[in-house]
């Protein structure tokens, strides 16, 4: 047998003990895989007295990093979470010559360029499976797997929480309030969910996404971001009465002048669409590549034992080129940077998709001409209208799907619709993608 790779853990949460539960439990698999066994000799927390699940080895347990990054380890394993120390620790890792596991989406779409910066100084590797879809394994197979196509889009459910609360607005009809509390309840959804049901925590994803599919790296800040904080009871079911269903997706696509496009919002599509089906808390991802056509990842996007299944099988990775003393087979981004300069980011007003549109009106003659008028002197055609029965002298919702439509006509035709005297409140628009 070889000799043992050696790995140092940044935190012992919920991922870093489920790393250790993996390495315990799977452990004759893994080294029959890698031909040697993985071992843990040194682990750093905030508190090494509080209690912990009797897995995790308390005699290694330390609260100074340097007692981690100064052992003698292959490979350091940051699951801590948050920019600062995260960001420093592993800067100081690849010094001093450690190679890098890290599960931290925010760190990499806030500080992925310094870090890979800093792991070609140093020839060594920066690996980050489970940083998008935590147990699915859509990092690699869209750096390694997919590296012989070109891929023309990607739509993802990257964010649990967010995909939990419209499933169940949808599937019970109850109010976004209630289940944002309930998913709070259930462990789903942090005391301040903002990151999720903002959209935030799924732009860091995309992020990564973009990058390793188009090998350019984007300010996660830049990408449009809107949360499903926005969708009412009212809006799924007139999206349900034009066959839609409503999902937060995050979307990237390459367009043929090499712009690339990138936003998360909660979406309309077709409730025949594989994607429409992906409920709960479960994450997916569809691809859509030149020569391979759309396909389909599916599975858990966090939680204890998926998301340590991905970090470990990055450890393995990282263990196979140590026992061949090799590292940098893959560029970060899986692209050589020289050869994707002509890549960039499209401006977010020049997205162009069918929009859906709820008007909240007082009920009069010339509203509908009104509206669309303004629509169509943006160049905006509708394609589908519901109006709602009221009662007399109540406003009315007056709802529209439109045709493909460019993002900045559609804002600009709001704003001047928002202007008339008998629209009562700002209109909700959300997007279509009709995933064909
Ligand atoms: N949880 C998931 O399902 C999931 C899924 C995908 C990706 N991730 C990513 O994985 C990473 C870890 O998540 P997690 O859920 O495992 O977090 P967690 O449960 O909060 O664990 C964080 C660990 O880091 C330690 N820690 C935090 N700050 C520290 C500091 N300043 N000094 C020393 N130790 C410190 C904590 O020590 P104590 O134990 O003493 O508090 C704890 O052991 C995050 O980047 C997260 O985004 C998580």
Do not use: W
């Amino acid at each position: 047998m070889s000799e043992s790779i050696r790995v140092g853990l940044l935190g012992c949460g919920t991922v870093g003990t489920g790393v250790i539960r993996i390495l315990e439990e799977n452990r004759e698999d893994i080294v029959a895989r890698l031909g040697a066994p993985i071992e843990v000799v040194k682990i750093l927390v905030r508190d090494p007295e509080r209690p912990r699940d009797p897995i995790v080895p308390r005699e290694l347990l330390t609260s100074d990093p340097a007692e981690v990054l100064d052992a003698d380890v292959h490979v350091v394993i940051e699951v801590l979470g948050g920019y600062e120390p995260a960001r420093g620790l592993i800067l100081d890792a690849l010094a001093r010559g450690h190679h890098v596991v890290t599960a931290n989406k925010a760190l990499l779409a806030r500080h992925g360029g310094e870090i890979f910066k800093a792991a070609d100084a140093a020839h060594r590797d920066v690996i980050f499976e489970a940083s998008v879809g935590g147990g699915i394994p859509i990092i690699r197979t869209l750096r390694e797997g997919l590296a012989s196509d070109r891929i023309h889009a990607l739509y993802g459910i990257i964010n649990g929480t967010s995909n939990f609360v419209l499933t169940a607005m949808a599937q019970q009809g109850r109010p976004y309030p209630e289940v944002v509390a309930e998913a709070q309840q259930k462990g789903y959804a942090e005391a301040d969910p903002t990151m999720d049901v903002g959209g935030i925590d799924a732009a860091q994803k995309l992020q990564i996404l973009v990058s390793i599919s188009f090998g350019i790296a984007i300010p996660f800040e830049s990408i449009l971001t809107e949360g499903i904080d926005r969708v009412t009871a009212a809006d799924i079911q007139f999206a349900r009465q034009f066959g839609y269903t409503i999902k937060p997706l995050g979307i990237a696509k390459a367009h043929d002048d090499g712009s690339i496009e990138a936003r998360v919002h909660p979406t309309l599509i077709p409730q025949s669409a594989m994607l429409a089906s992906v409920n709960g808390v479960f994450n997916a991802v569809m691809v859509n590549s030149h020569a391979l056509g759309p396909v389909l990842f599916y599975g858990q996007g966090a939680g204890m034992m998926p998301t340590a299944a991905s970090v470990v099988s990055d450890i393995i990775e990282l263990g196979r080129n140590i026992q061949r003393g090799t590292s940098g087979r893959l560029p970060h981004l899986a692209f050589h940077p020289q050869h994707t300069s002509g890549r960039v980011h499209r401006d977010a007003d020049r997205t162009r998709c069918p929009f859906y549109l709820r008007f909240n009106v007082k009920d009069q003659t010339g509203v509908l001409s009104r509206i669309s008028g303004i629509l169509g002197d943006h160049s905006i055609s509708i394609r589908q209208m519901v109006q709602d029965t009221s009662l007399p002298g109540e406003p009315v919702h007056v709802v529209l799907l439109t045709h493909t439509a460019t993002e900045g006509d559609v804002m600009a035709a709001l704003k001047t619709i928002e202007t008339l005297d008998f629209v009562v409140e700002p209109a909700c628009y959300l997007r279509v993608e009709d995933l064909q």
